[in-house]
């Protein structure tokens, strides 16, 4: 986290003077995460380049419209306000209330009235006919918003509030911003990383299978009669006799914990777990370590949780599905020392009531 937060540090692009895409990303996705000197830095930007605004609107449209956590509220103007005065527009179940006054022709002001917990501090963004006319990084009751629109909102029946409930993935844009553009290629480089982890898993998974069934074959066939005496003391020359103590040879050895097929051997359980959860819109994002790579103690976890002081329980998990190390952690990164050795763990980090998040890693 300290890295990435240190890149954005970098604003301005030499070449053109406006700020880079990664930038302006950052500003969106990680705003609580900054500095006010940082926010301040952008927000004073945003306001005189134009250019960098239209970037800005860009991206957040973009994001807002792939994530799969938004709500859209629909508020309702209240028939009892006189035009060209304070206008309220509420919410049906009156929990989210929104009062607007002019400030010129194509200039209002919006407050949020009445606002509920769980939509505080969160993106939103006012739609109106299919058009975001205002966009809020963190939504407050205490915050004079201003919106420009060629149209006269305060004369609309209606309108809606899209809001995020969880922060979105954070795209990896490393080209700087030319005039407008837009770098939308950063879905397709998520993808490709996607593809590339999912063939080091199934490289491993793989690779864990054979030496599991190597071994199986080597143990049955170097498995031989124990005794050359039956209990009656007849020579055993029926090879069937030996059939139980050849499979409970195979058993013993299958269950001895030093066995190095064993220990890389992925847990079905943890692997549908895991890929169940990744393949959702999790609430909290792993940055590192990635999923399925080789570490080396000690070693540092980083995530970003779905809100502030979130309180989570970090568990490091053996291959067989025991605890090895857990933790209370209220923060974004953890850094693990204790010695572990050689084999496959998972790492989950839980609520009070769900698995927010579940990775894994090798030490070799």
């Known amino acids: 986290m300290e890295n990435f937060l240190s890149e954005y540090s970098k604003f301005l692009d030499e070449t053109n003077h406006h700020l880079s895409l990664q930038t302006i990303a950052t500003y969106i996705n990680l705003y609580d995460s900054l500095s006010d000197k940082e926010k301040l830095f952008i927000s004073n930007h945003l306001e005189v380049c134009k250019e960098c605004t239209e970037s800005f609107n860009l991206i957040f449209d973009e994001d807002l419209e792939l994530d799969g956590m938004k709500n ?27 009062e607007i006054t002019r400030l010129s022709k194509n200039d209002f002001n919006l407050r949020f009235v009445s606002l509920p917990s769980r939509l505080k501090q969160e993106r939103a963004a006012l739609k109106v006919n299919a058009k975001y006319i205002l966009r809020v990084l963190a939504m407050d009751m205490e915050t004079m918003f201003i919106i420009h629109s060629e149209e006269d909102i305060m004369n609309l029946d209606s309108f809606e509030l899209v809001s995020l409930t969880a922060p979105p993935v954070i ?25 590339a982890l999912a063939a080091v898993v199934i490289y491993f998974t793989s690779k864990s299978g054979t030496g599991l069934q190597n071994e199986t074959v080597s143990t049955q066939t170097e498995t031989g009669p124990t005794s050359g005496e039956s209990q009656v003391g007849k020579s055993n020359t029926n090879p069937l006799n030996q059939t139980e103590p050849a499979e409970q040879n195979i058993a013993e050895k299958k269950q001895q914990p030093g066995n190095v097929s064993d220990v890389f051997s992925p847990n079905a359980d943890l692997e549908n777990h895991m890929k169940m959860i990744n393949s959702g819109n999790t609430r ?43 933790s209370l952690i209220n923060g974004r990164e953890l850094t693990i020392d204790t010695k572990l050795d050689p084999g496959l763990y998972y790492w989950k980090l839980t609520s009070s009531d769900s698995t927010e998040a579940l990775g894994k890693f090798f030490i070799r």
């Open 284 to 326: 909290v994002i792993i940055i590192s370590p990635a999923v399925g790579t080789d570490v080396r103690m000690p070693v540092t976890f980083e995530w970003i949780p779905w809100g502030k002081n979130i309180t989570l329980k970090f568990e490091i998990l053996s291959n067989q599905n025991s605890p090895v190390y857990n």
């Open 72 to 98: 859209v509220i629909s508020l309702f103007r209240q028939l009892e306000d006189k035009e060209d005065e304070a206008v309220t527009f509420r919410s049906a179940d009156s929990l989210v209330e929104v």
């Open 171 to 195: 795209p990896e844009i490393s080209k700087p911003a030319e005039g407008v553009k837009v770098n939308k290629n950063f879905r397709y480089f998520a993808a490709a990383i996607i593809i």
